[in-house]
T-cell receptor
Framework: AQKITQTQPGMFVQEKEAVTLDCTYDTSDPSYGLFWYKQPSSGEMIFLIYQGSYDQQNATEGRYSLNFQKARKSANLVISASQLGDSAMYFCAMRDRYALNFGKGTSLLVTP | GAGVSQSPRYKVAKRGQDVALRCDPISGHVSLFWYQQALGQGPEFLTYFQNEAQLDKSGLPSDRFFAERPEGSVSTLKIQRTQQEDSAVYLC?????????????FGNGTRLTVT
């Protein structure tokens, strides 16, 4: 069975600084996809970034990038130049056949 | 609309009442998912539809939970004889296709409180 682990329940970062949110996973499938979502207090899950297991390069989307280390089974999200609006819950997820399995999430607070 | 729409946004039910939660996916999206999110936790998979066919309902916690998508678009999650442990946010998501790189697009959820 697949498993997603997010070990940081809460993180603080100062505005304009970079922050890394950790995610490790466990799977026996050679082909898999990893996703990061943001959930602000409004409740909606917002898709941020995707990394495929066979992708040659780390994924990037604007200020978001993935530090993908396949041998270590980690897919950490890096947010550069943090903004106050980045304060939210962040979830790492892995596709299991068709659905996504989510980790418990990390709460990020960006301070002025 | 452009996104996944869920209604109602909030629902308060007395224990034992039946509730129905509605999900309107993005137009043309074949796949539809329901998730349950308890406070402080990540979303947990409940059930999956491909068009009108319910292909997986392994995550439904009990036989009091029932989901349908009769015409392959709008879906309803019904909970019969609600219990306090059913209190959670229920999230609906859709995707155009199902593949490794296809993200799920989520609605704002319905927050159910059972008193």
């Amino acid at each position: 069975a697949q498993k997603i682990t997010q070990t940081q329940p809460g993180m603080f970062v100062q505005e304009k600084e970079a922050v890394t949110l950790d995610c490790t996973y466990d799977t026996s499938d050679p082909s898999y996809g990893l996703f990061w979502y943001k959930q602000p207090s409004s409740g909606e899950m917002i898709f941020l970034i995707y990394q495929g297991s066979y992708d040659q390069q780390n994924a990037t989307e604007g200020r978001y990038s993935l530090n993908f280390q396949k041998a270590r089974k980690s897919a950490n999200l890096v947010i550069s130049a943090s903004q106050l609006g980045d304060s939210a819950m962040y979830f790492c997820a892995m596709r299991d056949r068709y659905a996504l399995n989510f980790g418990k999430g990390t709460s990020l607070l960006v301070t002025p | 609309g452009a996104g996944v729409s869920q209604s109602p946004r909030y629902k308060v039910a007395k224990r034992g009442q039946d509730v129905a939660l509605r999900c309107d996916p993005i137009s043309g999206h074949v796949s539809l998912f329901w998730y349950q999110q308890a406070l402080g936790q990540g979303p947990e998979f409940l059930t999956y539809f491909q068009n009108e066919a319910q292909l997986d309902k392994s995550g439904l916690p009990s036989d009091r939970f029932f989901a349908e998508r009769p015409e392959g678009s709008v879906s309803t999650l019904k909970i019969q004889r609600t219990q306090q442990e059913d209190s959670a946010v229920y999230l609906c998501a859709s995707s155009l296709v199902v593949g490794n790189n296809s993200p799920l697009h989520f609605g704002n959820g319905t927050r159910l409180t059972v008193t």
